[in-house]
């Protein structure tokens, strides 16, 4: 297979719906059936720039059910840093260039596992996703996104956990709001641009809730969801407001984010994103839903972003979509694998 050809897991958005219902379909099947052999005599290289448990375990104990070996890197840690600019003069800190790095893991392996956060430094330059897009040109066999600045896998994840609850995988027709939520800290908007695209993708009608314009997500992703609204149907809303987001939802789905416009200056938001700590979720906004269900792609600080009520609730699918991970990642690396 050439590189053109090979297909990699950057994006549900660059997957077609096919595709995308085939996985979830494999997904659910390995949800029944633990073990399989797909991945036998094979391997994966889990590269983390990042901290990582439910993403570690959930790809290595993945690999393993599948008759597989994960092999975990960690550049800078217990492998050399690596650097990722062209025409770079290599006299700093990083050792060897992606050209290498991922030609040689290729020889190796058979797929390569990605995570790597935004700098936090310029948005402009993060948005570009260097560090992944880099592992994707230069690497000879497929590059699974494990979270950059969106996070497939956890979309997969999130929809099987939905489908399964409804008992339907058409999701038509379900009112879904995605909100913000406090975080003394800003974080990547990674998990909000993903499950922006993959609401929007199945077709849900999406409210995106926010405190303010400034917590709008980037254009792209915007720019995705209004794409597929137009493609699957139901429709795309930002709000403000928190009662009128809440009324009638079927599904709530929380994280929290920076304002991008404060990105890599992030002391002028902080007084901004302290003003609307009551946008945590909890039993008095849940009672506003459809009796919607609740979810967020952990971890979560309780009491901060959702209530220990909400947490704890039955209608509280976290742990689902948690234990999902497992399941759509080796329907990820089955697929990928037998191209």
């Known amino acids: 297979m050439t590189q053109a050809a090979m297909k990699h897991f950057l994006n549900t958005q660059d997957w077609s719906r096919d595709d995308l219902d085939a996985l979830l379909a494999r997904a659910a099947m390995f949800k029944r059936l633990r073990l399989g052999d797909e991945l036998k005599g094979r391997s994966i290289a889990l590269v983390f720039f990042n901290p990582s448990m439910r993403t570690r375990t959930s790809f290595e104990l993945g690999a393993f059910h599948l008759g597989g070996h994960a092999i975990v890197l960690q550049p800078g840690k217990d ?20 050209a290498e790095v991922a030609k040689v893991l290729g020889r190796y392996v058979d797929l390569i596992g990605v995570r790597a956060f935004p700098k936090f430094v310029d948005w402009s330059r ?7 897009r880099s592992f994707a040109k230069y690497s000879p066999v497929p590059v699974i996104n494990m979270e950059t600045i969106t996070h497939p896998c956890q979309e997969l994840a999130h929809i099987q956990a939905l489908q399964q609850h409804f008992g339907t995988t058409d999701l038509r027709g379900k009112k879904y709001v995605l909100t913000w939520t406090y975080h003394p800290k800003p974080l990547n908007t990674a998990v909000a641009n993903s499950a922006l695209t993959i609401a929007t993708r199945m077709g849900m009608d999406v409210t995106l809730l926010c405190p303010t314009p400034a917590y709008i997500l980037d ?5 995705w969801a209004a794409q597929n609204v137009a493609e699957s149907g139901g429709s795309l ?18 994280k929290s984010w920076g304002a991008l416009h404060y ?3 992030w002391a002028p938001e ?4 302290d003003h ?20 967020h792609c952990l971890p979560l600080r309780r009491n901060v972003k959702a209530t220990d009520a909400v947490m704890d609730s039955p209608r509280c699918l976290a742990i689902d979509e948690a234990e999902n991970r497992l399941h759509v990642q080796k329907a990820i690396m089955a697929a990928l694998i037998q191209q």
């Open 237 to 254: 809303a930002v709000s403000h407001d928190i009662e009128s987001a809440y009324a009638g939802a079927d599904v709530v789905y929380a």
């Open 263 to 265: 990105f890599g200056n």
């Open 219 to 223: 254009e792209r992703y915007m720019g």
């Open 79 to 98: 492998a050399w840093p690596i650097e990722f600019e062209l025409g770079t003069v290599m006299d700093g800190d990083t050792e060897e260039h992606i």
């Open 270 to 273: 902080k007084p901004i994103r």
């Open 126 to 132: 993060d948005r570009e996703d260097l560090v992944l």
């Open 276 to 295: 609307y700590q009551h946008f945590i979720v909890d039993e008095a906004k849940m009672a506003l839903t459809n009796d919607g269900v609740f979810s």
